[in-house]
């Protein structure tokens, strides 16, 4: 790949969330009528807003002298695995487990569903307590999945997100490729298969300036091989895709009552290559996906240009 030098901002000031504006104490987004099935904004997925993950605070002060609240640690956490029976809503059939049996006993292999009601998940990193929601009090409401960690996450820490029929992609300080392979078998595909080439072969960014650079040409789509590489693609039914999730490592500052912390530290931060297959969809647009992991490195850090002070 090759890129070309963008200006970058220094500092963008306050928080470093892709996802949000809003700290996570600030106000909640309102309740959703019961019953209703409401499209959140979401800055995350709005190409203009795209490079405001690149958030990098060096020093912004010192926090109170104090325990972490509990909304960073233990069962209240917002970056913890949610456990079997949260999630049980998302439970995927029994039917899908047996038919697949053999291919979840290898290591690195996975099945989940995705919930495509993103109308519980709020701003505020809490979930919506409307009614249709209680099912779903657990980071990101089941619409958000992070390979990295196998486990449901915060949208702005995941891999992928569900949101109208479409698997978005892009986090904080990450980077990801998305291509849609077509109606391929999984236990076909290797790290040599001609299909996923590019993804292999790309290199990371080295500091911010390329980031921005290639998430430009991601938005537009990459040709590569005959296939379009892009941050999104839409959701099809018995079709396998392809994503490189490049979770740079570095700083991203946010508080919560008055406390500072870096809210990468609460993420396992990797440069992972996954190949899915969407085995079933549902009445109610639910998706369950077939996973198979290729490759799981250490993540490079992300070096933040550094803009030149205005005379």
């Not at 995350?44 to 020093?59: A, F, G, Q, V």
């Not at 570095?250 to 008055?258: A, E, N, P, Q």
């Not at 992972?272 to 799981?296: M, Q, S």
């Amino acid at each position: 790949m090759r890129y070309s030098k963008a200006l970058f901002p220094l500092l963008l000031l306050l928080f470093g969330s892709a996802y949000s504006q809003i700290s996570p104490s600030a106000t909640p987004t309102p309740t959703p009528r019961p019953g209703s099935r409401q499209a959140v904004a979401n800055p995350l997925l709005n190409d203009k807003d795209s490079y405001e993950r690149l958030r990098s605070i060096e020093s912004i002060g010192q926090s109170a002298e104090r325990e972490p609240p509990p909304l960073l640690v233990g069962k209240e956490s917002i970056y913890r695995k949610p456990s079997r029976s949260e999630t049980a809503a998302l439970a995927v059939s029994d039917q899908l487990l047996l038919k697949y049996a053999e291919f979840l006993r290898s290591k690195g292999n996975g099945i989940v569903k995705l919930s495509s009601d993103s109308s519980c998940v709020s701003a505020s990193d809490v979930v919506v307590a409307s009614e249709q929601c209680l099912p779903f009090m657990f980071p990101g409401a089941g619409t958000a999945f992070s390979f990295r960690t196998e486990s449901y996450r915060l949208p702005r820490l995941a891999d992928v997100i569900l949101i109208n029929n479409e698997i978005m992609t892009g986090g904080v300080f990450q980077q990801v490729i998305a291509v849609d392979i077509g109606d391929v078998d999984l236990d076909g595909l290797t790290p040599a298969s001609a299909t996923l080439s590019y993804l292999f072969s790309a290199k990371p960014a080295k500091d911010s300036d390329e980031f921005k650079q290639f998430d430009t040409q991601l938005i537009a789509g990459i040709d590569e091989n005959g296939l379009l590489h892009r941050k999104n693609q839409p959701v099809k039914l018995n079709t396998t895709f392809a994503i490189r999730s490049i979770a740079y490592r570095g700083k991203s500052i946010r508080t919560l009552d008055g406390f500072l912390y870096n809210e990468l530290e609460y993420d396992k931060r990797r440069d992972v290559i996954v190949v899915f297959r969407i085995v079933e969809k549902d009445a109610n647009g639910n998706i369950t996906l077939l996973w198979k992991k290729l490759r799981d490195v250490e993540a490079p850090v992300l070096k933040v240009v550094k803009q030149p002070e205005s005379k």
